[in-house]
Structures are given as structure tokens and as C-alpha cells.
T-cell receptor, first 113, second 117 residues
Framework: AQSVTQPDIHITVSEGASLELRCNYSYGATPYLFWYVQSPGQGLQLLLKYFSGDTLVQGIKGFEAEFKRSQSSFNLRKPSVHWSDAAEYFCAVGRYNFNKFYFGSGTKLNVKP | EAEVAQSPRYKITEKSQAVAFWCDPISGHATLYWYRQILGQGPELLVQFQDESVVDDSQLPKDRFSAERLKGVDSTLKIQPAELGDSAMYLC???????????????FGQGTRLTVV
């Protein structure tokens, strides 16, 4: 069965510090990979996506993510976190020719001033 | 910018009552998804439409939940009767085609927060 794991439930970083949120998946085939962000009480906004090609993808709001096939990972990074980045982040994984995609359980990011 | 519209944003209902949520996807999007998100968890797919047809409703509790997309555009999700455990955020998303069938992504609405009392 397919699964998406976000091992960190909560992360707290200081404003200006770097950030890395982890995502691991269990698929045999080439995955379609997404990161979404959700502010409290709101819907999900797409930060970035990976379908193929360059394994380092750039997204909105200064975020980037790197697909590492050997580690089945798609970790989200930001070099310098802003207080407005405090939110919940979800990794989602789909599979080519398989019309579903699955979400991880999310990582809640707190930003200290 | 085109958006997925959902209404209402918030709904409080009593246990055993009926409740309905509405979703209008981005124009031209053939695929429509309904997700349920319990507080502190990731979204869980309830039902997926391709145009007016249900593609996947394997996780939809069919004894009390129903969904339709009659003309392949907007969609309604209904719960009857509502139970306390149905309290959650209900999210609608749409995409040009199903995620995984091409280089496509899903766009989400703001969601409907349901509280059953």
C-alpha cells in the first residue's frame, strides 16, 4: 500500500533560521510529489510540485524541495524563515497513471521571534 | 485568479440532522475531489469525480454520505444523519485531469468547517 510519512509533527524554528521539513513515501514507481501549506481554518495552497526532470524544484514564498529517489524523500527547505511561514505543511504523493494522491499527516511549524 | 469556491464556510448542526456542502470547481477542471480533514490530521479522500462520474468513493461512508456532480460542474456533498464524529473540515479540490494522469495539480477551496453538536 502507498503511504506518505511526515515524521515531524511539530517543529519550532527561530525567525531567520533555516528550515527543513521531511517527507518520505513508499511507492515503487516514479512519484508525483507536492507540498501544500495550510493556515489555520483555511484551505490548502500549493507551494511546489515535482513531476520529472530537475530534482531540485523551486516554489512560491522562497521554498524549495529536493526529490531523492534513493531515499524516497521529498524534503521541503527554506533558507530563512519568516514569522508569516507559521502554518501546517502537508506533503502529498501521486503516481503516474494512478489517479489518486495521498497526503501525509502534516508538520506544524511554529516560528519564534 | 480562478479559485475553487465552497459554501458555507462554517456550519453548525445538531446530531441526526442533514447537512449539505457545495463546491464550484475552477472552470474547465474535469476532476473534482472531496476530502475530509479531521483536526490535526492530513486530508483523507472521500470521493473523486471525473466529469459527472464517480471514479473513487471507496472511503465514503455510504450509509450516511452522498455526493453528486450532476452536470459535471459543481458538486454537492451531503451527510444524513450527521454524527458527532463527522465534525471536521470538508475540502473540495479540482484539477484539469486526475493527478497522476499528466502533469497536473489539484487546487483547493477554503473548506467548510462542520461542527456537529
Amino acid at each position: 500500500a502507498q503511504s506518505v510519512t511526515q515524521p515531524d509533527i511539530h517543529i519550532t524554528v527561530s525567525e531567520g533560521a533555516s528550515l527543513e521539513l521531511r517527507c518520505n513515501y513508499s511507492y515503487g514507481a516514479t512519484p508525483y510529489l507536492f507540498w501544500y501549506v495550510q493556515s489555520p481554518g483555511q484551505g490548502l495552497q500549493l507551494l511546489l510540485k515535482y513531476f520529472s526532470g530537475d530534482t531540485l524544484v523551486q516554489g512560491i514564498k522562497g521554498f524549495e524541495a529536493e526529490f531523492k529517489r534513493s531515499q524516497s524523500s521529498f524534503n521541503l527547505r527554506k533558507p530563512s524563515v519568516h514569522w508569516s511561514d507559521a502554518a501546517e505543511y502537508f506533503c502529498a504523493v501521486g503516481r503516474y497513471n494512478f489517479n489518486k494522491f495521498y497526503f501525509g499527516s502534516g508538520t506544524k511549524l511554529n516560528v519564534k521571534p | 485568479e480562478a479559485e475553487v469556491a465552497q459554501s458555507p464556510r462554517y456550519k453548525i448542526t445538531e446530531k441526526s440532522q442533514a447537512v449539505a456542502f457545495w463546491c464550484d470547481p475552477i472552470s474547465g477542471h474535469a476532476t473534482l475531489y472531496w476530502y475530509r480533514q479531521i483536526l490535526g490530521q492530513g486530508p483523507e479522500l472521500l470521493v473523486q469525480f471525473q466529469d459527472e462520474s464517480v471514479v473513487d468513493d471507496s472511503q465514503l461512508p455510504k450509509d450516511r454520505f452522498s455526493a453528486e456532480r450532476l452536470k459535471g460542474v459543481d458538486s454537492t456533498l451531503k451527510i444524513q444523519p450527521a454524527e458527532l464524529g463527522d465534525s471536521a473540515m470538508y475540502l473540495c479540490a479540482s484539477s484539469l485531469s486526475a493527478v497522476g494522469t499528466g502533469n497536473t495539480e489539484a487546487f483547493f477551496g477554503q473548506g467548510t468547517r462542520l461542527t456537529v453538536v
